[in-house]
């Protein structure tokens, strides 16, 4: 199974496919020029993100922001959109949430962070994660296959999950963001806090645990900061840091 079939199935899409954080169907993603920032709205995905650059480059004005509605994506088009936001030196804008693929990669690449007092920056994991949950229909899948089979299966999708984890790392490092900056909230420790909630999807970090985690010119519209506060039907915890994890 080629790399590119194999990212597929990686767990790495934000909540059920076809499901909005609003509770709505996902729409196909939307890029656009508004009120001189470029808007992308929608899941990452390849196709948007060459309109995108295709967008840019045609703009005699160039726009200084990336306003971005998004629950993520494959890894490699939020490391790709990452990349260019980074390249590009543009800030991000989050006015309603920005998850998954979205907060691991395309938000830390942003040179200045715009937040709304109720938008979310959710993880739920990265490349780097040590345990992994596949999505209903590749589970059945997997389960469908003869133990030889699904033991190859698993092994090469451990294998390229960790060549993938090494790029993952290599990012960060330019960016000047902690290691585990997306995977803290599946530690044990971390996790107990998280169970309170039953409802909680993910997690989220203060500003100034953002800032510990290599995260910093973050900037929120009429604080405080109260993640979640306008979506329906799931919540995100907002991880504390303890003082091992401010190390």
Same mark, same amino acid.
């Given at each position: 199974? =080629?790399?590119? !079939? $194999?990212?597929?199935? +990686?767990?790495?899409?934000?909540? %059920?496919?076809?499901? @909005?954080?609003? &509770? *709505?169907?996902?729409?196909?993603?939307?890029?656009?020029?508004?009120?001189?920032?470029?808007?992308?709205?929608?899941?990452?995905?390849?196709?948007?993100?060459? =309109?995108?650059? !295709? $967008?840019?480059?045609? +703009?005699?004005?160039?726009?200084? %922001?990336?306003?971005? @509605?998004?629950? &993520? *994506?494959?890894?490699?088009?939020?490391?790709?959109?990452?990349?260019?936001?980074?390249?590009?030196?543009?800030?991000?804008?989050?006015?309603?949430?920005?998850?998954?693929?979205? !907060?691991?990669?395309?938000?830390?690449?942003?040179?200045?962070?715009?937040?709304?007092?109720?938008?979310?920056? *959710?993880?739920?994991?990265?490349?780097?994660?040590?345990?992994?949950?596949?999505?209903?229909?590749?589970?059945?899948?997997?389960?469908?296959?003869?133990?030889?089979?699904?033991? !190859?299966?698993?092994?090469?999708?451990?294998?390229?999950?960790?060549?993938?984890?090494?790029?993952?790392?290599?990012?960060?490092?330019?960016?000047?963001?902690?290691?585990?900056?997306?995977?803290?909230?599946?530690?044990?420790?971390?996790?107990?806090?998280?169970?309170?909630?039953?409802?909680?999807?993910?997690?989220?970090?203060?500003?100034?645990?953002?800032?510990?985690?290599?995260?910093?010119?973050?900037?929120?519209?009429?604080?405080?900061?109260?993640?979640?506060?306008?979506?329906?039907?799931?919540?995100?915890?907002?991880?504390?840091?303890?003082?091992?994890?401010?190390?």
């Amino acid at each position: 199974m =080629r790399k590119a !079939a $194999l990212s597929c199935l +990686l767990p790495l899409l934000f909540g %059920v496919a076809g499901a @909005r954080a609003d &509770g *709505g169907s996902e729409e196909p993603t939307q890029v656009y020029v508004a009120d001189g920032e470029l808007v992308y709205v929608g899941l990452l995905e390849p196709h948007a993100n060459a =309109r995108l650059f !295709a $967008l840019y480059d045609s +703009l005699a004005d160039k726009p200084a %922001v990336l306003s971005i @509605r998004s629950r &993520g *994506g494959t890894t490699s088009y939020g490391l790709a959109l990452g990349r260019w936001v980074r390249d590009h030196k543009l800030d991000v804008k989050v006015m309603e949430y920005c998850m998954s693929s979205c !907060a691991n990669y395309v938000f830390p690449a942003g040179i200045h962070k715009l937040v709304s007092n109720f938008a979310v920056i *959710g993880f739920h994991g990265g490349l780097s994660s040590k345990t992994f949950q596949f999505d209903p229909a590749t589970q059945q899948m997997l389960d469908a296959l003869p133990p030889d089979k699904r033991k !190859a299966m698993l092994d090469q999708i451990a294998s390229t999950i960790k060549d993938d984890a090494r790029q993952e790392q290599a990012y960060f490092r330019t960016l000047g963001v902690r290691a585990d900056y997306v995977t803290l909230g599946q530690e044990e420790r971390y996790q107990r806090r998280q169970r309170s909630d039953p409802n909680a999807v993910g997690w989220t970090y203060s500003l100034d645990d953002f800032a510990r985690l290599g995260v910093r010119d973050i900037t929120v519209i009429n604080p405080p900061w109260r993640p979640g506060s306008a979506l329906k039907n799931m919540s995100f915890e907002v991880l504390r840091l303890d003082e091992s994890g401010r190390d």
